[in-house]
């Protein structure tokens, strides 16, 4: 996994500094909430909407234990049809791939869909480097492209930032990158989409070369999908010449047929509607409609490793919806940059440690950021189990040691020989009782668990005691 974000200090410390902007937290507080609850109306439309999470949940389940069986049928479905397909281990090879297919048609700029896999290998920065230029289309991409910042939101990438900010943005930054602002603009919704689009528009009209990611691949057909709500995506999909598609071999569904439990649960878990405004589907290339050449990037990128472990791998059937993030109370009050990836919120506690590992401190932390409270799991439209993986990676971030877990498991020990024999269980118990007065509310050393709590009082008597008394 690209290293964008990594460098950032771990999630405890990112977050302290996130739940002190004031702004910050009423802004995610509004948004989030008003996310989820029209995605609960949304949801409750469908009497069968548990009967569609199972469903989803069995067909990625199904493709995820024979993907190597579906991806050669896409290879071919999407070479049938007159595209090209490339494989790419990694972030490194897949941006060298695109950069090259970009050069090789003489142009130095693209237009981007919203696409999370191109963030993910930080495909922007490298095309850069190479001196090609990268324009984001989607308006709240967009915003973040243009304030030189990160996206904090899966849905909506720029939920950190307000209508003045926006204006601010657009006024200061867009003459740089093409159509200025125009004179006067102010933070009314509508004059911010209008200046989006003016802005845009010549891009649309100009460039030569589309960049992508896909919500769903078909494994029988070779089709791609994309579901998007303003339409700077079909504009990508249907005017340029050449189309670079970058996805996650964990995109794939079987059939056609299994596409149409996704188009129902996506739309309402994601944006609360009942469908997507913009549907497109694309399979290759066909003369006279579209663009006459098709590349597809198939990126792995950690994901195989993911797949081998049994408990994580079910990370891989996220469709990306971001419900998860509106019902979690911790991304509510940190926001998405303290997680240190594109990814944030439960998802990204539970994906990003599983494609980069979790040597990095903040990696290794990511697990961590969570209360458990199973909000998450509830909402998932494919029923992703993220606490139980929560678990499972903090379990992983323990076995590597290090100076908090080696005084936890020296502690766990003692414990357990205390345990094993009752006469010292009943000594200490009846020590702790007697000083008990003498008991500070934090113990030195233990900053990470009492830092926002106090120690809980020792009660007069054990219950060994209490009990013995009752028994008398």
């Known amino acids: 996994m690209s290293g964008t974000f990594v460098g950032m200090p771990a999630f405890?410390?990112?977050?302290?500094?996130?739940?002190?902007?004031?702004?910050?937290?009423?802004?995610?507080?509004?948004?989030?909430?008003?996310?989820r609850d029209k995605r609960a109306r949304a949801v409750a439309e469908l009497p069968d909407w548990q009967r569609l999470r199972e469903a989803g949940k069995r067909v990625k389940d199904h493709t995820l234990r024979h993907l190597d069986r579906y991806l050669l049928q896409l290879e071919e479905s999407v070479v049938l049809a007159g595209g090209t397909v490339h494989w790419a281990a990694d972030a490194d090879e897949a941006n060298r791939i695109v950069a090259d297919?970009?050069?090789?048609?003489?142009?130095?700029?693209?237009?981007?869909?919203?696409?999370?896999a191109t963030q993910e290998i930080g495909l922007n920065e490298a095309l850069a480097a190479e001196g090609i230029t990268a324009y984001e289309t989607d308006l709240a991409e967009l915003i973040v492209q243009l304030g030189h910042d990160r996206p904090s939101h899966i849905l909506v990438p720029a939920i950190h930032r307000n209508r003045g900010e926006i204006r601010d943005i657009f006024r200061a930054e867009m003459g740089a990158w093409g159509r200025p602002a125009p004179d006067g603009l102010g933070d009314s919704p509508a004059e911010l989409a209008e200046a989006a689009r003016l802005h845009l528009r010549e891009k649309f009209l100009r460039a030569r070369v589309g960049?992508?990611?896909?919500?769903?691949?078909?494994?029988?057909?070779?089709?791609?999908v994309v579901l998007e709500s303003e339409g700077n995506g079909r504009m990508c999909l249907t005017l340029p010449e050449t189309l670079i598609s970058v996805v996650g071999i964990e995109k794939t569904v079987p059939t056609w047929r299994d596409l149409e439990i996704f188009l129902q649960t996506l739309p309402r878990s994601s944006t609360a509607e009942r469908m997507n405004p913009y549907t497109s589907m694309w399979t290759g290339t066909?003369?006279?409609?579209?663009?006459?050449?098709?590349?597809l990037v198939l990126l792995d990128n950690g994901r195989t490793d993911t797949l081998a472990?049994?408990?994580?791998?079910?990370?891989?059937?996220?469709?990306?919806?971001?419900?998860?993030l509106n019902v979690c109370p911790v991304y509510e009050r940190a926001g998405g940059h303290a997680y240190g990836s594109v990814y944030p919120g439960p998802i990204g506690a539970i994906l990003?440690?599983?494609?980069?590992?979790?040597?990095?401190?903040?990696?290794?932390?990511?697990?961590?950021?969570?209360?458990?409270?199973?909000?998450?799991?509830?909402?998932?439209?494919?029923?992703?189990?993220?606490?139980?993986?929560?678990?499972?990676?903090?379990?992983?971030?323990?076995?590597?040691?290090?100076p908090g877990h080696r005084v936890e498991k020296a502690a766990m020990k003692a414990a357990s020989w205390a345990m094993d024999r009752p006469a010292v269980l009943a000594a200490a118990e009846r020590a702790a009782t007697r000083t008990r007065r003498l008991h500070p509310a934090r113990l030195p050393g233990t900053a990470a668990w009492t830092a926002e709590r106090e120690l809980p009082r020792i009660p007069e008597k054990s219950f060994r005691d209490w009990w013995k008394e009752r028994e008398e």
């Open 12 to 35: 405890p410390a990112a977050a302290r500094d996130a739940v002190h902007d004031p702004t910050l937290r009423a802004t995610l507080r509004h948004a989030t909430h008003t996310i």
């Open 101 to 116: 297919l970009v050069k090789a048609t003489g142009e130095r700029e693209v237009v981007k869909v919203k696409s999370m």
């Open 211 to 224: 960049v992508s990611g896909a919500n769903f691949m078909v494994a029988e057909t070779g089709t791609l």
């Open 286 to 295: 066909a003369d006279g409609d579209g663009p006459s050449v098709f590349h």
């Open 309 to 324: 472990d049994e408990v994580g791998r079910q990370a891989l059937r996220c469709i990306r919806c971001s419900a998860c």
């Open 352 to 402: 990003s440690p599983q494609l980069r590992g979790t040597t990095s401190e903040i990696d290794a932390s990511l697990p961590y950021a969570s209360s458990l409270c199973g909000a998450c799991y509830e909402v998932c439209p494919v029923a992703i189990d993220i606490p139980e993986v929560l678990v499972h990676l903090r379990e992983r971030v323990a076995r590597q040691g290090g």
